[in-house]
């Protein structure tokens, strides 16, 4: 069975060119309280206006992934990194017990829709790193692995048990959601439109399926989703900057009113 949540209509942050709408996964689950689902804590769903800038911020214990694939992100910090995220590289911010950094587009960068996805580690404190590199090309139809737990086979990796798979459809094919035995999938449809098991989702809509069945998704529309398959039972610190910080607890509260 799939819980489906429709798109959000208000915004978390807009300001100076920056808007960002979250999204809850715990919010999905019949009778649980928590707005993350185990250590997916938030979805955030951003956008940068050209010449945007993003000064120098603080986060602490949120892995937060930057998966870009409309538009170019450049991040900056203390350590002298100057990295560029777009379709093909992704990047990890591992805050762990506190890590600085600034975002920015250029005047001539094209508009960025973006999604930044905040993982809960299993740990408070853990020590602060960057990971940025090159993604695995996509191949049409087929799951790629964005990232994994760390310790998995994964290019790219969190501090938790959490698996993320993106996939570009075609119009009228069919594949099968990622899935591992006694885990839950969420996905999120970042452009076109898909069915699954009697139910559409559009763009920027997401479901979440915690049965562990096969479920099958066919394409209506040329498509892109991304999926993440989640220990619900694994242990997760708390405490995040963003992903349990109080501009998403007050957003969820009022999701949830």
């Known amino acids: 069975m799939i819980e489906k949540a429709k798109r959000t209509t208000e915004d ?19 009778g649980h309280s928590d707005h ?10 951003s956008f940068l206006a050209p010449g945007t800038h993003i000064k120098l911020h603080e986060h602490v214990q949120d892995e937060i ?40 587009t250029r005047a001539d960068d094209p508009p960025l829709r973006m999604l930044q996805i905040f993982v809960r580690p299993q740990a408070a404190d853990l020590e602060p790193q960057i990971q940025h590199g090159r993604l695995p090309d996509p191949e049409i139809n087929a799951w790629r692995h964005v990232f994994g ?7 790219f990796t969190v501090r938790n048990a959490v698996h993320c798979h ?28 898909i069915e699954a098991e009697g139910q559409t989702f559009g ?8 049965d562990g069945a096969e479920v099958r998704i066919h394409a ?4 892109l989703i991304v999926a993440f398959v989640v220990d619900p039972d694994a242990p997760i610190c708390r ?7 109080e501009t998403v607890q007050r957003m969820a509260a009022r999701a949830r009113s």
């Open 12 to 30: 978390a942050i807009d300001s100076d060119g920056f808007v960002a709408r979250a999204y809850f996964p715990g919010h999905l689950k019949r």
């Open 220 to 223: 209506t529309a040329a498509s």
């Open 239 to 245: 405490g995040g900057t963003v992903g349990d910080g």
């Open 166 to 193: 993106d996939i570009r459809m075609s119009p009228g094919e069919t594949a099968v959601l990622p899935a591992q035995p006694g885990w839950h999938t969420y996905f999120f449809v970042f452009s076109g439109c």
């Open 65 to 104: 992934v930057s998966w870009v694939p409309a538009g170019v992100m450049r991040h900056d910090d203390p350590q002298g990194e100057h990295l560029t995220v777009d379709a093909d590289h992704l990047m990890i911010m591992n805050a762990g017990r506190g890590f600085q950094h600034e975002e920015r």
């Open 203 to 210: 763009e920027a809509e997401s479901g979440l399926c915690s």
């Open 36 to 45: 993350g689902f185990g250590p997916l804590a938030t979805i955030m769903e």
């Open 149 to 155: 737990p760390s310790g998995s086979e994964a290019r």
